[in-house]
């Protein structure tokens, strides 16, 4: 079982989460908890796949914690031609958080360059104190200030706030860049960690509340395609009020 609740073998996830499918691509909307690929000590979705005799590979990545959109190929060539969408940033993706601590202006942009420390962790490579917030709703840090000690990489995202309460927001974001850990790492430092980020946010509940969202990509034969993946009810549980009206873009 993934920490949502929901039955984690590979036919359990098709027949519960399967959103798009065609001969090419299979779109699914993976609950938080189940690791993707890759899990050290515990059987990812695409082991199981292979376990239940099905070829599907992942052209991104998200995060075991995370729940939402993944979008995987069915062959060789289409998973070649997606992962060159996602290398070459055509691919838009957008998710939603809820974070600690509102505040956040009904928009923005959060620059900060990321770097991959000790035990492969990430996080914003220059000091704390250097971030600034350049105007209302955009941080970055001067260049001056960026770590030239290690490998820097640049990490973009954009954000627009949906809903906030007294202890509360939550924000649809848009990553212009794919970094590991980007949205978790950047909304940590500057002060509003994701609900439930066993990383940056001691948990309060049994998920972390991050999501992917929405994805447009350019399918093989289809042309632009976009794929939609309300979260749960009990993601908003944060909130403590109705679940906000997602409408627009981050």
């Known amino acids: 079982m993934s920490a949502e609740g929901v039955a984690s073998t590979w036919q359990q996830v098709r027949d519960q989460h399967v959103l798009y499918e065609d001969d090419l691509v299979l779109v699914i909307d993976k609950p938080g ?74 928009h923005g942009r959060i620059d900060l360059p990321l770097s991959v420390g000790r035990k492969s962790r990430v996080r914003v490579a220059a000091n704390r104190d250097d971030i600034t917030e350049i105007e209302p709703g955009h941080w970055t840090v001067p260049a001056g200030r960026v770590f030239d000690h290690v490998r820097s990489y640049p990490a973009s995202t954009d954000f627009r706030t949906v809903a906030e309460t007294e202890d ?46 929405r994805l447009t990509f350019a399918h093989p034969t289809q042309g632009e395609l976009t794929v939609t993946a309300d979260p749960v009810e009990a993601f908003w549980q944060p909130l403590g009020g109705p679940v906000p009206e997602l409408t627009g873009n981050p």
């Open 33 to 106: 908890g189940i690791g993707l690929v890759g899990e050290r000590h515990d059987t990812d979705l695409m082991q199981q796949a292979r376990d239940a005799g099905e070829f599907v590979m992942p052209a991104h990545r998200i995060d075991k914690v995370t729940s939402g959109l993944v979008l995987l190929a069915r062959d060789q060539q289409t998973h070649a031609m997606l992962t060159r969408q996602f290398a070459d940033r055509t691919v838009i993706k957008e998710y939603l958080a809820v974070v600690r601590e509102p505040g956040l202006g009904d």
């Open 168 to 213: 509360h927001a939550a924000l649809a974001l848009r990553p212009h860049t794919g970094r590991r850990h980007q949205l978790r790492v950047q909304l940590a430092w500057i002060g509003h960690p994701i609900e439930g980020d066993p990383l940056f946010c001691k948990p309060t509940g049994p998920r972390t509340h991050l999501h992917s969202w």
